[in-house]
């Protein structure tokens, strides 16, 4: 990247939908923000390779408006792999292979709901009905996984389940694995329902993850309080 290219970079305004705008302004002006930003820009300038793509690095909160969330389900980075991350956790592209924890997620709905798992691994039907599919760390380089983690987006979704869970209540916040459950500790219990099982990855998934049925649980209780409920069903074809 060249420094006409840096500095272009530098001075683009961040796309980010309305409701969270609003709610988040104030982040962006912050110095940890300042300093991830200078961050991004130096890997960058060394030929890095950063996943997602720029534009989608705030996909999840772009595809579910802050008034419109129902359920979130914490990740903890984007996926590494070329192609692969898009902005949302757990997600990947059409044409992209299903990955082992995705292939676990799919034999659980199976499993707890009515579902027919698609060929493809695209899981934005869900975020377009409230579902926040947010990585807790939304950058990494390609190939090398959580290389990203302790730059600053910790504190950056901290303030987003934070503003979650005051400013709302009756969601569903789904915790798979240590790591969500430690995010999510700051959760009030008492306003929304909280799922918290072992991780999907096939190195966990075994030891309480399938059979959690975290999927019609969620229903019910979006059911209980006059909710729609999520249709967890995705299309065959993205």
């Known amino acids: 990247m060249t420094a006409t290219e840096l500095a272009a970079e530098s001075k683009r305004e961040i796309r980010l939908e309305s409701s969270w705008k609003q709610v988040l302004a104030g982040e962006f002006n912050a110095d940890y923000m300042q300093a991830l930003r200078a961050f991004l820009l130096q890997e960058k300038?060394?030929?890095k390779r950063i996943f997602p793509p720029g534009n989608e690095i705030f996909n999840a909160l772009n595809a579910t408006r802050f008034t419109d969330v129902?359920?979130?389900?914490?990740g903890q980075d984007p996926y590494h792999g070329p192609g692969q991350a898009h902005g949302l956790c757990f997600s990947v592209r059409p044409g992209v292979g299903l990955p082992p924890s995705l292939i676990n997620i799919y034999k659980e709905l199976q499993a707890d709901v009515e579902f027919v798992a698609p060929?493809?691994?695209?899981?934005?039907?869900?975020?377009a009905q409230g579902v926040l599919l947010l990585n807790s760390v939304l950058t990494v380089e390609a190939g090398r996984a959580a290389s990203h983690q302790g730059k600053g987006w910790e504190k950056f979704t901290d303030q987003i389940v934070h503003l979650l869970n005051t400013e709302n209540s009756g969601l569903v916040f789904i915790l798979w694995g240590s790591y969500a459950q430690k995010k999510g500790a700051m959760i009030d219990p008492?306003?929304?329902l909280v799922l918290q099982s072992p991780h999907p990855s096939p190195l966990s998934a075994s030891r309480g993850f399938f059979g959690n049925g975290h999927f019609s649980r969620a229903n019910e209780y979006l059911q209980r309080l006059g909710k729609a409920p999520i249709d967890w069903q995705l299309p065959a074809e993205m």
């Open 45 to 47: 300038s060394l030929g």
């Open 190 to 192: 008492d306003k929304h």
């Open 119 to 127: 060929k493809h691994g695209c899981l934005s039907h869900w975020a």
């Open 70 to 74: 129902k359920v979130v389900v914490l």
